[in-house]
T-cell receptor, first 112, second 116 residues
Framework: KQEVTQIPAALSVPEGENLVLNCSFT??????LQWFRQDPGKGLTSLLL?????REQTSGRLNASLDKSSGRSTLYIAASQPGDSATYLC???????????FGTGTQLKVEL | SAVISQKPSRDICQRGTSLTIQCQVD?????MFWYRQQPGQSLTLIAT?????????ESGFVIDKFPISRPNLTFSTLTVSNMSPEDSSIYLC?????????????FGSGTRLTVV
């Protein structure tokens, strides 16, 4: 059974800092990995998708990497802003290609 | 990519009653997925809704408690039946972004349910 863990569970940083969120998964037989952002009480916004054959994806200030063999992904956020405050979730696609397994989430707070 | 309209966005319900949540997609999709997010927790898959057949439920979820309808390729409903305070959660629907899971998933805006 796939298990996905995110570290740290919560993070508070001053504005402008670069930061790294970590995601690890137990079964390396994944199709892809997706990073999401969730604002309090809201739905999920997709940030980045990395296919199993890729090593990284970039979008603006965000960069996600994937090391499938070691079961790890990182989300790098450059020059953090208060608007980045949210919960960040990673999810891996396994089990016949239809089932998403979500991580435990990292709650980020960027302070002025 | 597909866009989902989910409603209601939130509701406060009395225990013992039922609530039906709707998701409308702007394109035809084969599979739709329903998730539950309990307070402070991550998302857990409830069931996969297939058009023209019964939904497939994950371990721990049963049809009597969470009946699902899928009348066509753009619409689905999830009902939370005989609610108790333990059902207070955010419920979300999801579909593949472009018809294939290879390109990731998109989610509805969620229904925040409080049972009192």
């Amino acid at each position: 059974k796939q298990e996905v863990t995110q570290i740290p569970a919560a993070l508070s940083v001053p504005e402008g800092e670069n930061l790294v969120l970590n995601c690890s998964f137990t079964d390396s037989a994944i199709y892809n990995l997706q990073w999401f952002r969730q604002d309090p009480g809201k739905g999920l916004t997709s940030l980045l998708l990395i296919q199993s054959s890729q090593r990284e994806q970039t979008s603006g200030r965000l960069n996600a990497s994937l090391d499938k063999s070691s079961g790890r992904s990182t989300l790098y956020i450059a020059a953090s802003q208060p608007g980045d405050s949210a919960t960040y979730l990673c999810a891996v696609l396994t089990g016949g290609g239809n089932k998403l397994t979500f991580g435990t989430g990292t709650q980020l707070k960027v302070e002025l | 990519s597909a866009v989902i309209s989910q409603k209601p966005s939130r509701d406060i319900c009395q225990r013992g009653t039922s609530l039906t949540i709707q998701c409308q997609v702007d394109s035809q999709v084969t599979m739709m997925f329903w998730y539950r997010q309990q307070p402070g927790q991550s998302l857990t898959l409830i069931a996969t809704a297939n058009q023209g057949s019964e939904a497939t439920y994950e371990s721990g979820f049963v049809i009597d408690k969470f009946p699902i309808s899928r009348p066509n390729l753009t619409f689905s409903t999830l009902t939370v039946s005989n609610m108790s305070p333990e059902d207070s959660s955010i419920y979300l629907c999801s579909v593949p972004r472009t018809g294939s899971a290879n390109y990731g998933y998109t989610f509805g805006s969620g229904t925040r349910l409080t049972v009192v």
